[in-house]
């Protein structure tokens, strides 16, 4: 079983920023890819980004395409998101996840995912 917690989100004014952290267990993290979604209050789970295995390949939702960067650290079996000039409309629950046997890209697609962490709150304030 593989075990997500994510942590750092907040309360954060827009235009600001924060550092979500996913912290997995597992001895095969190294393979896995890596992806964040998050969920708004009466909205469907939305992709956000995902990277590879190798931290090579990344994806990213239109909607935060240059305004946030995701990256990992195979060595601290951890994911990591950085958001920057945060809007309201990215207030929501993040959620980490993992696919244990990704394809060589990865997927932006939640059905692909095995494992989930259990969110943490994200509010952007105007």
């Known amino acids: 079983q593989v075990q997500l917690v994510e942590s750092g989100g907040g309360l954060v004014q827009a235009g600001g920023s924060l550092r979500l952290s996913c912290a997995a267990s597992?001895?095969?993290?190294?393979?896995?890819?890596m992806g964040w979604f998050r969920q708004a209050p009466g909205k469907e789970r939305e992709f956000v980004a995902a990277?590879?295995?190798?931290?090579?390949?990344?994806y990213y939702a239109d909607s935060v395409r240059g305004r946030f960067t995701i990256s990992r650290d195979n060595a601290k079996n951890a994911v990591y998101l950085q958001m920057n000039s945060l809007k309201t409309e990215d207030t929501a629950v993040y959620y980490c996840?993992?696919?244990?046997?990704?394809?060589?890209?990865?997927?932006?697609?939640?059905?692909?995912?095995?494992?989930w962490g259990q969110g943490t709150q994200v509010t952007v304030s105007s």
């Open positions: 996840a993992a696919d244990v046997r990704p394809s060589l890209t990865p997927s932006k697609n939640y059905v692909r995912y095995d494992y």
């Open positions: 597992g001895r095969t993290f190294s393979s896995y890819a």
């Open positions: 990277i590879s295995w190798s931290g090579g390949v990344t």
